[in-house]
């Protein structure tokens, strides 16, 4: 394909001539990233799509407790321009609400009710996002949040096998830990020169 | 010892009685029908039987009666038929809005037909017929469909039409209204031109294609009864005249050499295989049980022409079996669908499922019914569709034979239909509280008709007897018979040892499953869904569309009769609207001009 | 008449057994067509008493009673079949329709107990099984319009003593045409590939048997097995001639047999309505013509 | 002269014999379930097909759980996937064994401390045979078959009687892990 | 009832993996169509928070269960493009061919199971078979199986071992030699092709839409788009290779460009064992302390060509020992779940497994 290099750049100047920019991150010559402001977004995904980023790659959110934000990543591609292009914007963390990008993208519709499933971000404008994708019956603050404990609540409610001492062997075999202890005890009776 | 006359007159006047209580009281007039038409079955079926039916009062001029063996036949099997139904008619008459009348049309049409089976005359045979039209035209449309009734009457019109004017040729030829003499006269062209004349006053009657649109809509659409009654007796008129058509009159035309059948009988035969493969197709495609079973009355009605048509002894005697065959399996389906429509208040297979868990022995009736429908021994339709299988070989009428071996595998598919959607499958939770079983004396005839289809298909000689007197008298050569067999034209059957080695192999099985372990019992709901729960039974019963797959292969050829017929209603009522335009136009000049004219016209030549 | 009856049950018990060991023998044969060993030769039989052997479960009554009476019209139906000329339960009865309609009560009463487990997919099956039924039975039914036809007799061990006469060919060969058809329909009837549509487990998770285990599905296998054994011999008798004796029966049974399960094994499966649009399309009008030529032309090789 | 001396055995002991008689049709026509619980399914297509061919000792994959006799947790269970594995394991006919493959069935392997994976697969349905490893390779999985082949042969394949035995407890573990076994899960409705 | 309700899995012949198809029917036709995901849910991406860049290689190979070397390749892209690392050359071409040999194995499983839905069972045996010698070869290089923790950031685990290039070779030339075969028994089937002909297709103007990629992409618009000639990683840049494409994407036209990248895979594999050069095969990470390697703040979405589409890993640093946010973007995410909801209504209930196959619906990377 063409310069990849320039691509970035032509990618840069579009975004950049008509947006506000937080912050850009060129990460690879396939790969740049933009954070922009919350109400942006759905401007600057349009103008995406029509220069020809058609292509949700990927949508998701990062939790970032001390500074009680969200931030929502956008990844778009463009399969003529290989640019993979990162929108992030930041939530609040309190009360996250994000307006759908069904209407741009309708491939989102799975991702955003993934996210409002695993960060608990609202996505007003997505029929059913409130419904739950693949967790059944789930009773726990959202899972992927940051103060959100897997091993908690996995002892709390999946009881761990334990392993009792006493050992049995199936086979009639000594068992490895019999077998080292002996070699110890063995090794020890050497270094003793025999004695007890 | 009876007179007919005396028989008919009673059953006209019980009618007209039956009125008389129904105004009274609705229950006690469809009881006098009951009373009234197991009176007129059992005494022509005991008299006729012994020989001791008598013709000897006059009451009209030209309204003469003759016992023959075809008619006696047919009699016995229609008042038959309409004695078992009558039983349903207590449980039905609420649903009536003039159940005092519906007592008395029943009664007035049994009449009718004793009329047209033992008239001697062409002309109170026609009168008869027209009776029987004229009564039940007004039974049909007690159900739903008013529109049923009218294309009924017009199909009807048209086979009337045909009869009469076969009447009046055979009026010109012999000089007589007498049905024998009339019909030995003709010869020649008249014989071909009354040969298809009687034919099309035949498959007006039978529903056969192309005479076939009004047959499912009449018996889809009429009170439950009088499906039955249409299914098993009126239609079986056709049959009659059929065998007035077919067998009685010589074949005309080229003679194949190789099967030695004239062109007009594969004229017929053709469109009776078109019958057969048209009512199959439809049949199958149907989401009213009704319908379906109207669609395979009419499909039965192809195998009875085809039958009739070849006529050597096995494929007349195979025929006229199949006669009683298909009445008796039919009405039996008919009136288990009836039982149910009682209850659910619909015959929509779509629905309705699960009904075998209350109505287990309406479920066995109509079991055994489409047992005999489809020809699986030891069914009484077995015998008749083996006859006809053997007379088909016998002559090698290819492609005759692929429309009977069609129709006879394509009947499985939609026999089974109803069995699978309507009385088997999930129970539907809407019907799940207020259906169980029918009421005992809905079940007596039920039960009656599934014993006498189970004798019929195990014993079948005493009724082959019976047809072989009516082969005897329509001039064929009377069908083999011995005490336990059956000998057709390349074969030898014993329908009672294949009923015993089913027994057996039954017994066989049912010792193998009672010496194994018990089963647990499990609700229908807990079942196989890949892992899933389900909470919704009417979610998981298979009945909308069940045959799709087949369906799509055809569904754009099916309706071309329907279109045809419609098109032509269309152009009907366009002449209506043209003639309504020019002639009875509100300026009376113009109609007292067209009056003039058309009188002018007609009286030409006799008096101008 | 005891004796006949009892010799019948014995017939119907030699077919099970053969045609279980046969099928164990052909599970092998596609096994090396498919690169491996395969199961034991006897492997149906520990099948089939394995599921007698299990507690199963029942969805009511007519659940039970279609297995019964499928089983029943099974058995029945192979009391009638010879096993040669003279090895015959009843002499005279063994009627061609016999066969093909007690087959059907048998169909029926296990299409009767599928759909009275009131699972849909079985529902689905049966719809499949009874609509390819519609299609191999009629072309098959031509071809032996045209047998009865040309031997003037519609028994079976009648049709086969025909063949074995010395101035007869078998209908293998004397009607090339229609044997063709004779084999498609018979794959079709045995449910091989690419007619195996009423089973197919990853469409609808096997058809009809979906909600069998335990003694119901054994005695279906059982079932099965009859029927297979039920279509192949007559297809041995209709089509090869019928066996002088049981060992001449028992090799072109096998060979009939193995054959099309080695055909079976390298094709895939149809679509319901494909197989019924692929046997109204060439095997009938293949019967038809066959049927013209051998009855109107008389041209019989 | 013989002497003939029918001893008349006991009810049990009929039973028993035709218990043993049945455990040998049992041990050598053991269908599997085809539900791919899990990764470790993965190694199952090679010990199905021609490779290691599980045919030669009697064993077949099987559509519904109502044919089968065998179901193969194969590696880590889901909250979603135990509620259908138990009512699977319900639907199954008696004699029914399970084997659980994978160290994840044993002790949640790798997946010890997530939030959706089960630990301990033998508290809510009984466990005939473990297969350890991470994978299991195919001759693991095979030598699995063989050893429950052996636990039926002497009568120690009782899991399935052990689920009535301790219906309770094994209830009350399903219900502490689950909350409800059978939801509505309409979840598009 | 107007319709009635089918599954397609979880228990379903089938059905390839643990997800459920819930089916809304018309007689045979499919009306409504959900996939019902996350039985295979285990928390992957929490599960990778709490474990250390190092301790994540065992784990990732386990998102996709069937081809778990694009995870390996993923991950271990994204973590050197956020440390910075260059990888050595040799290694480059010892995961072309892991990923390429990889990309056979799952090519032949899903053409095999295309024997499911049709019914041509001796297929899948072969074509198991085959992939079982596969197996075989990466059992002798990474001594696993399945899950090979081969590719890993830096490089590769190991060196090949010694004499591998012939028992590679022997199984290329066999299943070259066979190729012809393969295609008699599957695709050019009378039986199999009235199956997959006209099948489910998927047009071209609603890929985008979906979101769709890899073959069945490429199917449909006719473009060569695909990861390894738009961006290419590793050392795909010095290969000679064809992307093949169609223009109309049906059931057998996306099982044809399966069949063709099966050549075109093979023909990868000779060439990078033909241009491999000898060297090192990793660099070290973090000193001597790798359990501890820790990598700079920053974040990267790497990917992948699957089998099934672009394949993608968004990684998160924060510095520390274990990664911050790990999302896994599965192949078949869109056509599994969109795919399914939008496009198999109108198709029939006996071509629902067939989409699952073709497509490649692959359940643990949807539920992850």
């Given amino acids: 394909m063409t310069n990849s290099m320039s691509n970035v750049k032509m990618v840069s100047e579009i975004i950049e001539n008509s947006y506000k920019v937080l912050k850009k991150e060129v990460i690879s010559q396939y790969q740049v990233s933009f954070e922009v402001n919350k109400d942006d977004v759905h401007s600057i995904l349009t103008l995406l799509k029509t220069s020809g980023w058609i292509q949700l790659s990927y949508l998701s959110a990062i939790d970032w407790p001390e500074e009680n934000e969200f931030e929502l990543v956008y990844i778009v591609f463009n399969w003529d321009k290989a640019v993979h292009i990162q929108i992030r914007t930041r939530l609040n963390r309190e009360n996250p609400v994000m307006n759908s990008i069904l209407p741009i993208f309708p491939g989102c519709k799975y991702y955003e009710r993934e996210t409002h499933e695993f960060f608990g971000i609202k996505f007003p404008g997505n029929p059913g996002h409130e419904k739950q994708l693949i967790l059944e019956e789930w009773d726990d603050i959202p899972p992927l949040r940051k103060d959100f404990d897997p091993r908690a609540y996995s002892d709390r409610k999946f009881v761990k096998r334990e392993y009792s001492n006493d050992f049995v062997n199936l086979n009639g075999e000594k068992s490895k830990q019999i077998a080292r202890e002996e070699r110890k005890e063995k090794i020890i009776k050497v270094r003793k020169g025999g004695r007890k | 010892m009876a007179s007919i006359e005396l028989i008919i007159v009673f059953t006209a006047l019980a009618g007209v009685l039956s009125y008389f209580v129904g105004r009274l009281n609705k229950v006690a007039g469809s009881v006098v029908t009951i009373l009234a038409s197991m009176f007129v079955f059992v005494s022509v079926a005991y008299f006729g039987y012994n020989n001791e039916l008598i013709h000897s009062t006059e009451f009209l001029p030209y309204v003469t009666f003759s016992v023959t063996y075809l008619g006696l036949f047919f009699a016995i099997l229609v008042t038959f038929i309409f004695a078992m139904v009558s039983f349903f008619n207590p449980f039905f008459v609420e649903k009536y809005k003039y159940p005092a009348l519906y007592s008395m049309l029943y009664l007035l049409s049994l009449a009718g037909v004793l009329g047209v089976f033992f008239t001697n005359n062409f002309m109170s045979l026609f009168f008869f017929f027209e009776f029987v039209v004229w009564t039940s035209l007004f039974l049909i449309p007690m159900g739903r469909s008013k529109r049923a009734a009218s294309s009924y009457y017009a199909f009807s019109t048209v086979g009337s039409f045909a009869l009469l004017f076969a009447i009046f040729i055979m009026r010109e030829a012999s000089g007589t209204f007498n049905i024998v003499s009339s019909m030995a006269s003709v010869n020649g062209t008249e014989a071909a031109i009354v040969s298809a004349l009687l034919a099309v006053a035949a498959f007006a009657k039978l529903g056969a294609f192309p005479l076939n649109v009004w047959l499912p809509r009449v018996l889809g659409n009429s009170p439950d009864a009088i499906s039955a009654v249409f299914s098993g007796g009126l239609e079986k008129l056709g049959a009659f005249v059929a065998v007035l058509a077919l067998v009685k009159l010589a074949p005309f035309g080229y003679v194949v050499d190789a099967t030695g059948l004239a062109a007009s009988q594969y004229v017929i035969a053709a469109l009776g295989a078109l019958t057969i493969v048209f009512g199959t197709l439809m049949a199958i495609r149907q989401d009213d049980a009704k319908k379906l079973l109207a669609y395979s009355s009419m499909s039965n009605g192809g195998y009875i022409l085809v039958a009739l048509t070849i006529a050597s002894s096995a494929s007349v005697s195979g025929g006229l079996y199949h006669v009683v065959a298909h009445a008796l399996a039919s009405t039996a389906a008919f009136l288990a669908i009836g039982a149910v429509s009682r209850i659910t208040g619909t015959t929509k297979m779509s629905e309705l499922g699960g009904m075998i868990h209350k109505m287990p022995v309406t479920y066995l009736v109509y079991l055994i019914a489409i047992i005999s429908m489809a020809g699986i021994p030891p069914m009484g339709g077995f015998i008749s569709k083996w006859l006809i299988f053997q007379a088909v070989i016998d002559k090698g009428m290819i492609l005759v034979a692929v429309a009977v071996f069609f129709g006879s595998i394509g009947s499985f598919l939609y026999v089974f239909r109803p069995l699978a959607a309507l009385f088997l499958g999930q129970e539907l939770p809407q019907h799940r509280e207020v259906s169980k079983e029918a009421p005992f004396f809905m079940l007596v005839p039920m039960v009656i008709l599934s014993g006498l289809i189970i004798y019929t298909g195990v014993l079948p000689n005493f009724f082959l007897g019976f047809i072989n007197n009516v082969l005897t008298e329509v001039g064929v050569t009377p069908l083999v018979i011995g005490s336990y067999t059956v000998t057709g034209t390349n074969g030898v059957l014993q329908p009672a040892l294949i009923a015993s080695v089913f027994g057996v192999g039954v017994l066989i099985a049912f010792i193998i499953f009672i010496v194994l372990k018990k089963s647990r019992k499990v609700g229908l709901m807990d079942t196989y869904t890949a892992g899933n729960f389900i909470y919704t039974e009417e979610l998981m019963h298979y009945s909308l569309d069940f045959y799709a797959p087949l369906e799509r292969l055809y569904e754009k050829y099916i309706n071309i009769t329907k279109d045809f017929y419609k098109r032509l209603e269309n152009k009907v009522v366009d002449l209506g609207r043209l003639m309504k335009y020019y002639f009875f136009t509100n300026k009376p000049e113009i109609m007292v001009l067209w009056i003039i004219i058309i009188m002018g016209i007609i009286l030409w030549g006799d008096i101008l | 008449m005891i004796t006949n009856i009892l010799f019948g049950v014995g017939v119907a018990f030699f077919g099970f057994v053969l045609q279980t060991s046969i099928a164990g023998v052909n599970r092998k044969v596609v096994g090396r067509v498919q690169k491996r060993y395969g199961p034991k030769w006897y492997q149906e039989f520990l099948d089939i008493f394995k599921l007698l052997s299990k507690r199963s479960v029942t969805h009511g009554w007519i659940f039970d009673f279609g297995v019964i009476m499928a089983l029943g019209g099974i058995i029945g139906t192979a009391m009638f079949m010879p096993i040669t000329s003279d090895l015959v339960a009843f002499a005279d009865f063994d009627n061609f329709f016999i066969f093909v309609y007690l087959i059907a009560v048998g169909m029926l009463g296990m299409a009767m107990s599928a759909s009275g487990s009131g699972n849909p997919l079985a529902s689905i099956g049966v719809m499949r099984a009874l609509t390819t039924m519609l299609a191999y039975e009629v072309p098959f039914m031509i071809v032996v319009l045209t047998i009865i036809k040309l031997t003037g007799t519609s028994s079976v061990t009648g049709i086969a003593e025909f063949q074995q006469l010395a101035s007869n060919n078998w209908f293998m060969i004397a009607l090339p045409l229609g044997g063709i058809v004779g084999v498609m329909s018979l794959m079709g009837m045995i449910g091989k590939k690419p007619f195996e549509t009423y089973i197919a487990p990853a469409e609808i998770a096997s058809g009809p048997m979906v909600e069998y285990g335990g003694k119901q599905l054994g005695m279906l296998f059982i079932m099965h097995e009859i029927t297979v054994f039920i279509e192949v011999s007559l297809f041995v008798h209709l089509f090869l001639g019928g066996a002088e004796n049981v060992v001449l029966f028992i090799v072109k049974y096998f060979l009939v047999y193995t054959t099309l399960n080695i055909i079976s094994s390298v094709y895939g499966r149809f679509k319901i309505d494909q197989v019924v649009l692929f046997f109204y399309k060439w095997p009938i009008l293949m019967a038809i013509s066959q049927a013209f030529v051998a009855i109107y032309l008389g041209w019989v090789i | 002269m013989l002497s003939t001396k029918f001893t008349k055995l006991s009810k049990e002991e009929v039973d028993r014999k035709w218990w043993e008689i049945g455990d040998f049709f049992r041990r050598n026509s053991l269908w599997m379930l085809m539900y791919c619980t899990g990764c470790c399914a993965i190694e199952l297509p090679p010990a199905m097909t021609s490779a290691y061919d599980m045919e030669r000792l009697g064993m077949g994959p099987m559509a519904t759980p109502r044919q089968a006799d065998v179901l193969l947790v194969t590696g880590y269970l889901s909250l979603k996937t135990l509620r259908r594995l138990i009512y699977t394991y319900e639907q199954m006919s008696e004699p029914k064994y399970v084997v659980g493959i994978g160290s994840c069935t044993i002790n949640g392997g790798i997946y010890h401390d997530s939030h959706a994976v089960i630990n301990q697969l033998n508290r809510y349905v009984p466990v005939d045979v473990y297969v350890a490893g991470c994978m299991p390779n195919t001759e693991a999985v095979m030598n699995g078959f063989v050893d429950l082949m052996g636990l039926i042969k002497t009568k120690k394949a009782n899991g399935w009687k052990d689920y009535h035995a301790r219906n309770e407890w094994y209830m009350a573990n399903q219900k502490a892990a689950l909350g409800e076994v059978k939801v509505h899960d309409e979840f598009h409705e | ?368």
């Avoid at chain 5, 078979?129 to 990466?138: A, G, V």
């Avoid at chain 5, 075969?181 to 985008?208: C, H, K, Q, S």
């Avoid at chain 5, 050549?263 to 050069?277: G, M, N």
């Avoid at chain 5, 198709?347 to 692959?362: E, F, H, S, Y």
């Fill in chain 5, 1 to 368: 009832m107007k319709e009635m309700k089918l599954f397609l899995g979880p228990q379903h012949p089938g059905m390839h993996g643990n997800a459920s198809v819930h089916m809304y029917v018309d007689g045979d036709i499919i009306k409504r169509a959900f996939l019902l995901p996350g039985m295979l849910h285990r928390g992957f991406e929490k599960g990778m928070e709490r474990h250390s860049w190092i301790n994540n290689i065992s784990l990732i190979p386990r998102v996709c269960v069937v081809e778990p070397d694009i995870n390996e390749m993923a991950f271990a892209m994204g973590a050197e493009t956020l440390a910075g690392i260059t990888v050595p050359e040799r290694a480059h071409y010892i995961r072309m061919i892991i990923l390429e040999l990889a990309r056979l194995s799952i090519h032949l499983m899903s053409y095999g199971g295309l024997g499911s839905p049709t019914g041509l069972y001796t297929l899948m045996y072969h074509a198991h078979t085959d992939r079982n010698t596969i197996l075989n070869i990466f059992e002798k290089i990474t001594g696993h199986r399945v899950y090979h923790q081969y590719i890993i950031p830096g490089g590769v685990r190991k060196d090949l071992p010694i004499g591998i290039e012939e028992d590679i070779h022997a199984f290329l030339d066999d299943l070259e030699n066979r190729y012809e075969e393969y295609r008699d028994l599957g695709i050019n089937n009378p039986t199999v092709l009235a199956r997959i002909t006209d099948t489910i297709p998927l047009p071209a103007e609603v890929v985008w839409e979906l979101g769709v990629t890899g073959i069945g992409m490429r199917s449909a618009v006719n473009k060569p788009y695909d990861l390894r000639k738009v961006m290419p990683y590793a050392r795909y840049d010095k290969i000679d290779f064809e992307v093949p494409v169609a223009d109309y994407s049906d059931a057998k036209s996306r099982v044809d460009c399966k069949l063709q990248e099966v050549i075109q895979s093979i023909s990868i594999i000779r060439q990078c064992l033909k241009l491999i050069p000898e060297g090192d095969v990793r660099v070290p990470l973090g000193r001597g302390q790798s359990m501890r390697w820790t990598i700079p703040k920053g974040h990267v979405y790497s990917v992948v060509e699957s089998s099934r589409g672009e394949f993608g890993y968004f990684m998160v640093s924060n510095g520390g020992v274990n990664p911050y946010r790990v999302g896994v973007r599965g192949a078949s995410y869109p056509q599994g779940l969109l795919g399914i909801e939008k496009y198999l209504p109108g198709t029939r209930l006996d071509d629902a497994a067939l989409w699952v196959d073709t497509m490649g619906v692959c359940s643990p990377e949807i539920d992850r």
